[in-house]
């Protein structure tokens, strides 16, 4: 741990030298923080063990551990037998005196930092840790960097970001946060920067490899912090939407999302809000705002059972082979992480939100007005077998062909038709013309 005013000489020295609003705005966030810490009597900041302390030794003496069962019993040496003492909890009446004093009274070795540059002592923490399995990533997001700090307030205070990942209280929403992803080596945090790496590339990229997210942590360039601006609502809109803060205590099975189905949601709010997402202008729903979706749990619920069933070898047998996925599905594509992959999903996911719009409008889930019907001319194509239905003469359509989408029932007719696929159809623009708002 080193003195605060370390941290805060740091930070302001930074901050006299970045140019970019965002980020002065972001360090004074930061400022504002540590010296409202500072006049609250802290003196020292802890650089390491934030997981160990928050998660499992506070818990353990305060009894509220989830689970007190040890893959390692504690074994004590008391009148020359040993006793080994495993699943209890340090608050439980029955634990002696002696136990309880021999745990309080375990000797641990402190680092106290009172003077020099922080990136000194983050260095020397990663080298201190160097027979560890510390992954690169983790060396990275305990940097004081805007990035770094951001991510972390979040995963450490926001309640709505806990409750989809868990914590000491939480169980999580989201099952599968092994390895690599594991909560104790900032796994969630691992998670939200890939997502940030992704949107800030406009989904024209993977995940990116972990050399590629420690450097825009390390950079915190400003195009990534807005890009996890975005992350951040898109995970808060889900999390919130799903009633993930009222499920606590979810056992593994019982948890609705996994790693990819919620990257594949990320993917679906990013496809149709971000007009700098590279499919954003092929697909048919574009709002201005998360909140234009007037109704999304039942939204969200129909994408991850459609996840599902794509990624599940007894409801989509067709692409398997040798139960391993065939190149090209769906499934396939969420076993990567390349930019290949990351595309083909979105084309997938299109095509998800093309099948289910009309129904989604129908219930109201969505305002008609979000309703580009122009953006139907693909799919119309197709259905009407690049004919024009208006036309006898030419009925052939194809690449130099002009053509418009008419409504066969026109929106300001007598009947007043709607922007639905059903009442929409291809065809020359002489005959949309001739047709006009008569029918």
């Known amino acids: 741990m080193v003195s605060i005013n370390v941290l805060i000489d740091y930070i302001e020295t930074e901050n006299k030298l970045e140019t970019d609003k965002t980020i002065k705005d972001i360090h004074s966030d930061m400022l504002f923080t ?15 063990g934030q997981n160990r302390l928050e998660e499992a030794i506070k818990p353990f003496f305060q009894g509220t551990l989830l689970s007190n069962i040890y893959k390692k019993p504690f074994i004590f040496l008391k009148e020359e037998k040993s006793i080994e003492l495993n699943n209890f909890k340090f608050t439980d009446l029955d634990l002696s005196d002696d136990i ?13 930092g009172k003077d020099g540059h922080i990136e000194s002592y983050v260095n020397s923490i990663i080298d201190m840790n160097n027979g560890e399995p510390w992954s690169l990533f983790e060396c990275t997001i305990i940097k004081p960097t805007a990035l770094a700090y951001l991510i972390n307030k979040d995963i450490f205070h926001d309640p709505i970001i806990q409750s989809l990942f868990g914590n000491d209280e939480l169980s999580g929403n989201v099952k599968g946060m092994s390895g690599s992803y594991e909560i ?10 890939e997502l940030v790496y992704l949107i800030g590339n406009n989904c024209d990229s993977g995940i990116g490899t972990e050399n590629d997210n420690a450097n825009i942590i390390i950079n915190s360039e400003q195009k990534f912090v807005t890009a996890y601006k975005k992350v951040k609502s898109y995970l808060n809109f889900i999390s919130v939407n799903t009633d993930c803060v009222l499920n606590k205590n979810l056992k593994e099975k019982q948890k609705i999302f996994d790693k990819e189905s919620l990257r594949g949601l990320i993917l679906f709010l990013d ?19 998360l909140q234009n979706i007037h109704i999304s749990k039942p939204i969200f619920e129909d994408f991850i059972k459609w996840h ?6 007894e409801t989509t047998p067709q692409d398997f082979i040798e139960g391993e996925p065939k190149p090209g599905t769906y499934v396939f594509n969420t076993r ?23 129904e989604w409008v129908s219930k109201h889930y969505i305002s008609s007005e979000y309703t580009d019907y122009r953006k139907y001319e693909t799919y119309l194509k197709k259905k009407n077998n690049y004919k024009d239905p208006y036309s006898k003469a030419d009925t052939k359509i194809n690449l130099r062909s002009l053509i418009n989408t008419d ?6 007719g007598k009947k ?3 922007n639905s696929v059903d009442n929409l159809v291809i065809t020359n623009p002489k005959s949309n013309k001739i047709k006009s708002n008569r029918v």
């Open 184 to 193: 104790e080596k900032k796994g969630d945090a691992k998670f939200i920067c």
């Open 34 to 48: 540590l010296n409202n810490k500072k006049s609250q009597g802290v003196e020292f900041i802890l650089l390491d």
């Open 271 to 289: 496809l149709i809000i971000n007009k700098s997402n590279t499919e954003y202008d092929n697909c048919l729903l574009n709002i201005k705002e």
């Open 100 to 112: 309880k004093e021999t745990f309080k009274n375990v000797q641990i070795i402190v680092a106290e």
């Open 308 to 313: 599902n069933e794509k990624v599940d070898i």
């Open 416 to 418: 007043e038709g709607t």
């Open 407 to 412: 409504h066969i029932l026109s929106k300001r």
């Open 336 to 358: 990567g992480a390349s930019n290949k992959n990351i595309k083909s999903r979105l084309g997938f996911i299109n095509s998800f939100i093309t099948d289910n719009y009309n």
